[in-house]
Nanobody, 123 residues
C-alpha cells in the first residue's frame, strides 16, 4: 500500500522559513516525478512545485519562484520543500504528490497524494 506522509508544517510569521518533508512508503519512487500542491481556505488545490526522478528538472509556480526550493532524496524515498520568505498568502494545506513525471505533476496528474500538512503564515 502506497503512503505519502508529510511533515514540517506549522504556524510562522511572515518572512520566516519552513521546510516540508514527505516520506514515501509501499514502493520506491525513483522513476517517478514528485512534487507539492497546496490548497488555501476557500480555494481550489493548486500546483506548487515538482521535481523529476533524478532531480535534474524542477518546476515552480510563479507565486513561489525564487522563494521555494524543491529537492529529493531517492535513497530515502523522500521529497522536500524549503520555503523561505513566507507570506500570508502561502497559508494553505500542503500536499505531497507522486506522478509519472515532473511535467505530468505540473499539469496536475498525480498518481498518489499525501494527507497534507498545514502551513499558516501570520502577518
Amino acid at each position: 500500500q502506497v503512503q505519502l506522509v508529510e511533515s514540517g508544517g506549522g504556524l510562522v510569521q511572515a518572512g520566516a522559513s519552513l521546510k516540508l518533508s514527505c516520506a514515501g512508503s509501499g514502493r520506491t519512487f525513483t522513476t517517478d516525478g514528485m512534487g507539492w500542491f497546496r490548497q488555501a481556505p476557500g480555494k481550489e488545490r493548486e500546483f506548487v512545485s515538482a521535481i523529476s526522478s533524478n532531480g535534474s528538472i524542477k518546476y515552480y509556480a510563479d507565486s513561489v519562484k525564487g522563494r521555494f526550493t524543491i529537492s529529493r532524496d531517492n535513497a530515502k524515498n523522500m521529497v522536500y520543500l524549503q520555503m523561505n520568505s513566507l507570506k500570508p498568502e502561502d497559508t494553505a494545506i500542503y500536499y505531497c504528490a507522486v506522478g509519472e513525471s515532473a511535467s505530468g505533476l505540473k499539469n496536475s496528474k498525480p498518481k498518489y497524494w499525501g494527507q497534507g500538512t498545514r502551513v499558516t503564515v501570520s502577518s
